[in-house]
Nanobody
């Protein structure tokens, strides 16, 4: 079992910055081989959840077009943590942000999600 705990959301003015953090913890006797990839998604009420940024254990990244050049994803493999530095925030970035990962085990692949953290950007 993998638990993801996010932190760092909040209220910020347009043009400001926030950093989201997500720490993964493994419980039980699950044989987690690796967490790959790790990433961030966001969702606005009434809309589908969208992938914001993901990063592999090797450091390969992929970003949503609308956040390229403004957001930076990074991870600390030793701490099983992933971060999202968000700069030049816009009101349209307002959403609940979720941390997610895919756990590779001997029994197969399992996706896990955090509880979400609200990011609100005021104009």
């Amino acid at each position: 079992q993998v638990q993801l705990v996010e932190s760092g959301g909040g209220l910020v003015q347009a043009g400001g910055s926030l950093t989201l953090s997500c720490a993964a913890s493994v419980s039980g006797s699950s044989n987690i081989l690796r967490l790959n990839p790790m990433g961030w998604y966001r969702q606005v009420p009434g809309k589908q959840r969208e992938q914001v940024a993901i990063i592999t254990s090797g450091g390969t990244t992929n970003y949503l077009d609308s956040v390229k050049g403004r957001f930076t994803i990074s991870r600390d493999n030793a701490k099983s943590s992933v971060y999202l530095q968000m700069d030049s925030l816009k009101p349209e970035d307002t959403a609940v942000y979720y941390c997610a990962t895919r756990a590779m085990t001997a029994q197969g692949r399992f996706d896990y999600w955090g509880q979400g953290t609200q990011v609100t950007v005021s104009s």
